[in-house]
């Protein structure tokens, strides 16, 4: 993962509330093996409509999606978050998220930055015509208005994604470890450590 | 010092911390992974190109489900019939090629225990309780019917349970769910989490895990409790989980990957140490009375948007939140609904029976009770059954229940997750209603354009010999 300090740009004011998985890539786009050139399936449903924000001149390729309440609902689908990518969009402000996609955005390097509603209306009526700025290590999100939203982060989250760092290595280091939790596991429930070879 | 109370959650999560760090962060050791074909490719690619090994194969087991069509997968000679898209074919194969590649068991496609993953793993016995359970797919949740701790994951954190066979993870809150009461005659373990969905709403468990209790959830069969757990995603919680039970034993008992003899003993000690202590603390309680739940049905495109099947369309207008208002218009719109119609009036062209939601024999006999003796409806130009795994469907066909639906003029496929998600050539054309038995009623979910209207089976079935959407009691009272 590349290391993440600030995304700053013109962000989509979308503003929809339970944007669910299938909305963001469809399953017809999840047959192939790679994660690239998904954008090109990203929220394809909303723009077939020509008026539509992702290809409107003013912001496509905006690097900031604002969206509402629960975004990335449904399906545990990395494929959203590489399709987000593919469009470049490597940021979404919304009032929550769904477990699973926070995570698979995290993995992804793409910030989910929780603010409450009152903040996103703000932040959709800035978005109209000027950039928002996000930046991870002091955890705020500004407009050249004077606004100054601060939002939580997970620790650990954080100090992977400003370092850039690849948790399978970090996990993997720590192979003593899980050998010793086998072997307790294997004494006390054996039946888990068998699996297919029962 | 003095033990405190835990839930079922909290005892199945202590289990499994290999490690535990000063901000809460856990290293979660992981015991069962399934895969299939869909979330996996780039994970192993990712391994391959790093040059990792999976660390426990012998706990990982492949089986492809959603893009595999279901109609006849061997010709008469037994050669394989080939996959028209390509794509598809290109996804299986890379399972095919992964699995052995990195030593992990794979249930082929034309394998008798071939199915869902989430209907073969408790049908294998792979999935057993208290154990941690993922599988790159959201409806993982199912397996905490049996006492599991499941959940979905993305394709990175497929990567890496392959290669450390943990995951980083901070605990969930602690919510539970309780449905009191008896449930009246029609109303199935489908119209209980539809009922919770509406209650909740789309996000009204995220963050938490959902222990699911109460009278109603117990007297429900293991099938109808993987039904409940299944769609806990629904309401956005990270899993769900119902306490194992002499119902949760009877059903594992003897099946292939269940502990046997000394083992079998001592683990359903252990399972039955692990329900919540009586005075344990959930963060949030929620009690719904059996009696309120009627057969449901979805009208809009979230699971949220849950009526009784004697309801009405709601109107926008009668939500107070301003943006469920909006998202509500939109619904209506994109479903060709108007406030004020009746649930019972609406007119669907398509039925599918199946899914990881509902397609375990017990789904496919409570189908056919409702469609036996009955026809197909002229205005249902499709109508199919797919049941959940071979197994599923060679137990049905020794009960004689695919004939009851061939008769009636209703297709009886091969296992597969089909029409839920439409990635195989199962779909539901635009414009068009599906009365469907499974989990999502999203935009485009079971074909760009297609109308979803989440049921039961047996009000699938109702409806497929109707056609309209019906309230099943009306068939089947004497």
């Not at chain 1, 020509?50 to 309440?69: H, M, R, T, V, W």
């Not at chain 1, 009526?125 to 939203?149: C, G, Y």
């Not at chain 2, 959201?138 to 990567?159: M, R, Y």
């Not at chain 2, 629904?234 to 046997?260: C, N, Q, V």
Request: hydrophobic share 40%.
């Amino acid at each position: 993962m590349e290391s993440v300090q600030q995304v700053s740009g013109r962000a989509i004011p979308f503003g929809r509330k339970n944007v669910d998985t299938d909305v963001i890539i469809p399953a017809h786009w999840l047959k192939t093996i790679t994660r690239d050139g998904l954008g090109r399936g990203a929220f394809e449903t909303i723009r077939q409509d020509p008026a539509n924000l992702f290809d409107s001149a003013e912001f496509k390729g905006s690097p900031i999606l604002i969206a509402g309440d629960n975004f990335g609902c449904g399906s545990s689908r990395e494929h959203a978050a590489w399709a987000l990518l593919d469009l470049g969009i490597t940021a979404v402000i919304a009032p929550s998220f769904s477990d699973i996609f926070s995570g698979n955005a995290f993995k992804n390097g793409i910030l989910t930055v929780a603010l409450p509603q009152e903040a996103i209306d703000r932040l959709m009526e800035v978005a109209q015509t000027d950039p928002v700025t996000i930046d991870l290590d002091s955890q705020t999100v500004t407009t050249p208005f004077q606004d100054r939203f601060t939002f939580e982060i997970d620790a650990f989250r954080k100090h992977c994604l400003l370092n850039g760092l690849d948790e399978v290595g970090l996990t993997l280091a720590r192979g003593d470890q899980i050998a010793q939790y086998e072997n307790k596991s294997a004494g006390e429930t054996p039946w888990l450590a068998t699996g297919v070879a029962a | 010092m003095a033990h405190t109370l835990r839930t079922l959650y909290d005892k199945i999560w202590d289990a499994h911390v290999v490690e535990r760090r000063d901000d809460g962060t856990c290293l979660i050791y992981i015991d069962r992974h399934l895969v299939h074909e869909v979330t996996s490719p780039q994970a192993f690619e990712s391994l391959r190109a790093a040059g990792r090994k999976v660390r426990r194969p012998d706990l990982t087991l492949a089986v492809p489900d959603h893009n595999l069509p279901t109609t006849a997968r061997r010709d008469a000679a037994g050669q394989r019939i080939p996959i028209a898209d390509p794509e598809s074919a290109q996804q299986l194969a890379a399972l095919e090629r992964n699995a052995p590649e990195f030593g992990i068991r794979l249930i082929g496609d034309a394998d008798a225990e071939q199915g869902i993953v989430h209907v073969v793993g408790p049908e294998q016995g792979f999935s057993l309780p208290g154990a941690t359970i993922v599988c790159g797919d959201s409806h993982t949740a199912c397996h905490g019917g049996l006492g599991a701790l499941a959940f979905g994951i993305g394709t990175s954190e497929v990567e890496h349970v392959l290669a450390t066979q943990t995951l980083l993870l901070k605990q969930s809150k602690n919510m539970e769910v309780r449905v009191e009461g008896e449930l009246g005659a029609g109303v199935t373990a489908k119209d209980v989490v539809l009922h919770i969905c509406g209650v909740l709403g789309a996000s009204g468990g995220t963050g938490y895990v959902i222990e699911y209790t109460g009278s109603a959830i117990r007297s429900l069969s293991l099938e109808g409790r993987l039904t409940v757990s299944n769609m806990a995603i629904e309401h956005g919680a990270r899993a769900g989980l119902i306490a194992p039970d002499d119902t949760t034993f009877a059903y594992l008992k003897g099946r292939p990957f269940a502990p046997k003899g000394v083992d079998w003993d001592k683990a359903v000690a252990w399972w039955r140490s692990l329900a919540t202590d009586a005075g344990a603390k959930f963060d949030k309680v929620v009690v719904i009375d059996a009696a309120d739940i009627v057969p449901s049905v979805t009208w809009g495109t979230s699971p949220e948007d849950v009526v009784p099947i004697t309801g009405v369309v709601p109107a926008p207008a009668s939500f107070t939140d301003p943006s469920k208002q909006e998202a509500a218009q939109k619904s209506l719109d994109y479903m060709g609904l108007t406030p004020g119609q009746r649930m019972e009036d609406v007119e669907v062209q398509n039925v599918f029976i199946g899914s990881c939601t509902n397609s375990r024999i017990e789904d496919i006999r409570a189908a056919a009770a409702v469609v036996k003796g009955r026809k197909k409806a002229a205005g249902v130009r499709w109508a199919i059954v797919v049941p959940g795994s071979g197994l599923v469907k060679r137990q049905a066909e020794a009960e004689g229940l695919d004939r009851i639906f061939i008769d009636a003029g209703i297709e009886w496929r091969e296992p597969g997750c089909s029409a839920c998600l439409a990635m195989n050539p199962d779909k539901v054309p635009a414009g068009e209603r599906c009365a469907s038995t499974s989990n999502r009623n999203f935009v485009g979910r079971q074909g760009p354009g297609a109308r979803t209207h989440l049921v039961s089976p047996a009000m699938a079935a109702a409806a497929a010999v109707t056609g309209k959407l019906t309230d099943v009691r009306k068939l089947t009272s004497a």
